[in-house]
């Protein structure tokens, strides 16, 4: 029986939404007929309490990858331990979810395991003997390439946010047999490794938030932000910008939302001023809901958002904020 890896990524043993969606993409494989089976890998023992929910998600199996580098993220460490199981079990197929992370343990393991690695991808076009007909998106989004990977094991990254990270409604209610894998890393393995962890933020963050007041050239100036941080506030949500704000020195780089940036997925999203360029799309394209507030009716944001507001920023955000002060007022 052939197997697809599915990297299941995780933060000292919490899963982000994303972690879900490399599962979706492993299913997505088997439906076009690669592997008859879905192993999820689980590094690091602090992990191994996730491994009871991933039968729910098409997993048969999981594995359980201990060693004493591994009980936080290491890159390198992360992607020899991959290599070490491609070795042992000659999958048809190793994926990951297209996260910096993903993505970064995938390159690894593939340079170590001498194969071909194909990231985010967005279709699984069609399947060979011993070839993968493939779309992938490049260059931050701005274009979609198809390729043809030959391979005897597949590495791929599923762009995020395009497979399923839902549990899989054909496995409800299943479990899967959990192994544990005992790697034995080279001391070359660990050459990164995470020392310090500072907090940068609490609470919401610009990543969870529901709700992101995000403000672009269009803002003016550092203070021009004080109407888009009230009404962050005022709805529980976050701030975010965009590049020409964080090269102007008005926001902090954790701020900014792009190529270059953080990718986030709010409910809903408030670009106040930004024209929206690609690279900063590609940050926030997976928002639910999106709002745009430009005084250019043609801008590429209002073209593209679900909801617009032609007028100037600073004269439409603090007559929101007044609005939603009034109608909370009892
Ligand atoms: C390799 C690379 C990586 C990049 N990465 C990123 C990235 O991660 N994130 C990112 O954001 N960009 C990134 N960029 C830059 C990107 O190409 C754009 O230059 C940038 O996003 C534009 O920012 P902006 O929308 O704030 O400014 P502009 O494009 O100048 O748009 C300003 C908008 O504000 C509107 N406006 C002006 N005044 C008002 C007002 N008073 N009220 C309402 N609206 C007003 C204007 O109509 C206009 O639409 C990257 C570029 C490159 C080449």
């Given at each position: 029986?052939?197997?697809?890896?599915?990297?299941?990524?995780?933060?000292?043993?919490?899963?982000?939404?994303t972690?879900?969606?490399?599962?979706?993409?492993?299913?997505?494989?088997?439906?076009?007929?690669?592997?008859?089976?879905?192993?999820?890998?689980?590094?690091?023992?602090?992990?191994?309490?996730?491994?009871?929910?991933l039968?729910?998600?098409?997993?048969?199996?999981?594995?359980?990858?201990?060693?004493?580098?591994?009980?936080?993220?290491?890159?390198?460490?992360?992607?020899?331990?991959?290599?070490?199981?491609?070795?042992l079990?000659?999958?048809?197929a190793?994926?990951?979810?297209?996260?910096?992370?993903?993505?970064?343990?995938?390159?690894?393991?593939?340079?170590?395991a001498?194969?071909?690695?194909?990231?985010?991808?967005?279709?699984?076009?069609s399947?060979?003997?011993?070839?993968?007909?493939l779309?992938?998106?490049?260059?931050?989004?701005?274009?979609?390439?198809?390729?043809?990977?030959?391979?005897?094991?597949?590495?791929?990254?599923?762009?995020?946010?395009?497979?399923?990270?839902?549990?899989?409604?054909?496995?409800?209610?299943?479990?899967?047999?959990?192994?544990?894998?005992?790697?034995?890393?080279p001391?070359?393995?660990?050459?990164?490794r995470?020392?310090?962890?500072?907090?940068?933020?609490?609470g919401?963050?610009?990543?969870?938030?529901?709700?992101?007041?995000?403000?672009?050239?269009?803002?003016?100036?550092?203070?021009?932000?004080?109407?888009?941080?009230?009404?962050?506030?005022?709805?529980?949500?976050?701030?975010?910008?965009s590049?020409?704000?964080?090269?102007?020195?008005?926001?902090?780089?954790?701020?900014?939302?792009?190529?270059?940036?953080?990718?986030?997925?709010?409910?809903?999203?408030?670009?106040?001023?930004?024209?929206?360029?690609?690279?900063?799309?590609?940050?926030?394209?997976?928002?639910?809901?999106?709002?745009?507030?430009?005084?250019?009716?043609?801008?590429?944001?209002?073209?593209?958002?679900?909801?617009?507001?032609?007028?100037?920023?600073?004269?439409?955000?603090?007559?929101?904020?007044?609005?939603?002060?009034?109608?909370?007022?009892?």
């Amino acid at each position: 029986m052939s197997e697809v890896l599915a990297i299941f990524e995780h933060d000292r043993g919490v899963a982000a939404e994303t972690s879900f969606q490399s599962l979706g993409f492993a299913r997505a494989l088997l439906a076009a007929g690669v592997g008859s089976s879905i192993t999820a890998v689980v590094i690091g023992a602090e992990a191994d309490a996730l491994a009871h929910d991933l039968g729910a998600y098409g997993a048969s199996s999981v594995v359980l990858i201990h060693h004493a580098e591994l009980t936080d993220y290491a890159p390198e460490a992360w992607g020899e331990a991959v290599a070490e199981l491609i070795a042992l079990r000659s999958p048809a197929a190793v994926v990951a979810t297209g996260t910096d992370r993903g993505n970064e343990v995938l390159a690894y393991a593939s340079a170590i395991a001498d194969l071909p690695f194909a990231a985010n991808v967005t279709e699984i076009r069609s399947v060979g003997d011993a070839s993968l007909d493939l779309t992938r998106v490049r260059w931050g989004g701005s274009l979609l390439e198809r390729s043809k990977l030959v391979a005897a094991t597949y590495v791929l990254s599923g762009a995020a946010h395009v497979f399923d990270g839902e549990p899989s409604p054909d496995h409800i209610g299943a479990t899967a047999a959990t192994e544990t894998v005992d790697a034995t890393l080279p001391d070359t393995a660990a050459r990164t490794r995470i020392t310090d962890r500072v907090t940068l933020s609490s609470g919401i963050t610009l990543t969870t938030a529901a709700v992101v007041v995000s403000g672009g050239r269009g803002v003016g100036s550092a203070e021009g932000f004080a109407p888009l941080v009230e009404l962050a506030d005022l709805l529980g949500g976050a701030v975010g910008c965009s590049r020409v704000v964080t090269n102007n020195g008005w926001r902090p780089h954790s701020d900014q939302v792009g190529q270059t940036g953080k990718r986030i997925a709010p409910e809903l999203y408030i670009a106040c001023g930004i024209s929206g360029a690609i690279q900063h799309w590609v940050g926030m394209m997976a928002s639910k809901h999106v709002l745009a507030i430009n005084t250019d009716g043609e801008a590429n944001m209002v073209g593209k958002a679900e909801y617009a507001v032609i007028g100037d920023l600073h004269k439409i955000l603090p007559a929101v904020s007044a609005e939603i002060r009034k109608r909370r007022t009892p």
